[in-house]
């Protein structure tokens, strides 16, 4: 069993619906990243949480570390929202913030 | 202010010759995260340097792997004697810490096909 688990692995939405994406890990972590990838593109850090929710534009991600688990959701989706996202944990407290556990991402397709 | 700078962003090798993938991390940032995603796989962690040091290279295979950020100019991932199983997308990400406080920044990547 992977230490972080998404679902789902494919989504396809309408333009306009309210997505949500799941990430569960089995790990003590210190923080959680998620990310997006277009395809053949590079990586962009959408968030980064250790408690709580954050919100920027359309996007909101939360978590609850008693749980284990994150949720990314995207408001009023949008074709361009079509991407890869990929939840990330990074275990334990101080060294390397940068040695992350990923998780196997879920594929967004967005039609108009 | 460039973001995270990677090249080739295509690199084409034969088995048995040597790829070098650079990154030039964002201005100010001095902490340099290299991963691999293999095809249809996930990400996975390879190494994490600072300038002139390896922090925690824990996912970087033992042999034909190396890693360098010298005090001058990127850091540099060397495969030596590549194989087709090293054929995958190589990322690099920066940051101003390696503390929990501080945000990864990714390059687009360099795609390493070997043939």
């Known amino acids: 069993k992977n230490e972080v688990e998404q679902s789902p692995q494919n989504l396809t939405a309408q333009e306009g619906e309210f997505i949500t994406i799941n990430c569960s890990y089995s790990?003590?972590?210190?923080?959680l990243h998620w990310l997006q990838q277009h395809p053949g593109g590079g990586i962009v850090s959408l968030f980064m949480?250790?408690?709580g929710k954050k919100k920027h534009g359309r996007l909101i991600a939360t978590i609850n570390i008693q749980e284990k688990h994150s949720s990314l959701h995207i408001t009023a989706s949008h074709p361009r929202d079509s991407a890869v996202y990929i939840c990330?944990?990074?275990?334990?407290?101080?060294?390397?913030?940068?040695?992350?556990?990923f998780g196997k991402g879920t594929k967004l397709s967005v039609k108009p | 202010n460039a973001g995270v700078m990677q090249n080739p962003r295509h690199l084409v090798r034969r088995r048995g010759q040597e790829a070098r993938l650079r990154c030039s991390p964002m201005?100010?940032?001095?902490?340099v995260y290299w991963y691999r995603q293999l095809p249809e796989e996930g990400l996975k962690f390879m190494v994490y340097?600072?300038?002139?040091?390896?922090?925690?290279e824990s996912g970087m295979p033992k042999e034909r792997f190396s890693a360098e950020f010298p005090k001058e100019g990127p850091s540099i991932l060397r495969i030596q004697q590549v194989v087709r199983g090293d054929s995958a997308a190589y990322f690099c990400?920066?940051?101003?810490?390696?503390?929990?406080?501080?945000?990864?920044?990714f390059g687009e990547g360099s795609r390493l096909t070997v043939l």
């Open positions: 990400a920066s940051s101003t810490s390696g503390r929990s406080t501080g945000e990864l920044f």
């Open positions: 790990v003590g972590i210190s923080a």
């Open positions: 949480l250790s408690s």
């Open positions: 990330a944990v990074r275990t334990g407290y101080g060294g390397s913030q940068g040695n992350l556990i």
């Open positions: 201005k100010g940032h001095s902490h």
């Open positions: 340097l600072q300038k002139e040091n390896i922090i925690d």
